[in-house]
């Protein structure tokens, strides 16, 4: 079956305690991104990558981490967590570089930081 | 820069009538636009997208979208509506004109009452 997984889907965690959401897809996919969703705010982009190394900023990057080191990973990190960084993660592919294609999203990440 | 509007942030509509979610863009060079839903606790699902061509975009569930150039929309509407059509649904788009930029509207939260 054509997936994006997140692991894990809920966490808890202190602040500065750093840690790492996984993504991963199937789907042979070039394009990967993170997004955070807010209530009232829709889904922001934190980063995106376009294919094995190849990162760049989103509208929101500050306080996060990523990296693309295998085509069907990409890995979200926080190496500080503060509670503003308390939010719902959704990693999501696509097959290239075109906007025009459809994203495929995670199940999403639940995350607190107290 | 682009934005997508939902001038909505909730719509109560009765099972069996016809539903209408609303979404308005600015974006610059010629707009695509998608509709995405999100139930409890599941990421998030295409439902369909307008790229060029027909106005009149035909989806998954049933759903379908009119793109309005001249008014800068993509409604999100279905004919009869169904109490499992309950979810939080998401107008996302960007223009080609600006690369890689593609935002999210905040979300309208569709309740249908049985």
């Known amino acids: 079956e054509a997936q994006v997984t997140q692991n894990p889907r809920y966490l808890i965690t202190v602040t500065g305690k750093k840690l790492t959401v996984t993504c991963s897809q199937n789907?042979?996919?070039?394009?990967m991104s993170w997004y955070r969703q807010d209530p009232g705010l829709g889904l922001r982009q934190i980063y995106y990558s376009m294919n094995v190394e190849v990162t760049d900023k989103g509208d929101v990057p500050e306080g996060y981490k990523v990296s693309r080191k295998e085509k069907r990973n990409f890995p979200l990190i926080l190496e500080s967590p503060s509670p503003n960084q308390t939010s719902l993660y959704f990693c999501?592919?696509?097959?290239?570089?075109?906007?025009?294609?459809?994203?495929?999203f995670g199940p999403g990440t639940r995350l607190t930081v107290l | 820069a682009q934005s997508v509007a939902q001038p909505e942030d909730q719509v109560n509509v009765a099972e069996g009538n016809p539903l209408t979610v609303k979404c308005t863009y600015s974006v610059s060079g010629n707009p695509y636009l998608f509709w995405y839903v999100q139930y409890p606790n599941r990421g998030l699902q295409f439902l369909l997208k307008y790229i060029t061509g027909d106005n009149l975009v035909k989806g998954s569930y049933g759903f379908e979208a009119e793109f309005n150039k001249s008014q800068t929309s993509f409604h999100l509407k279905k004919p009869s509506a169904l109490v499992s059509d309950s979810a939080l649904y998401f107008c996302?788009?960007?223009?080609?004109?600006?690369?890689?930029?593609?935002?999210f509207g905040p979300g309208t939260r569709l309740s249908v009452l049985p």
């Open positions: 996302a788009g960007g223009g080609d004109n600006y690369g890689q930029n593609f935002v």
């Open positions: 789907m042979n996919h070039e394009y």
């Open positions: 999501a592919s696509r097959k290239g570089p075109d906007s025009t294609d459809t994203q495929y």
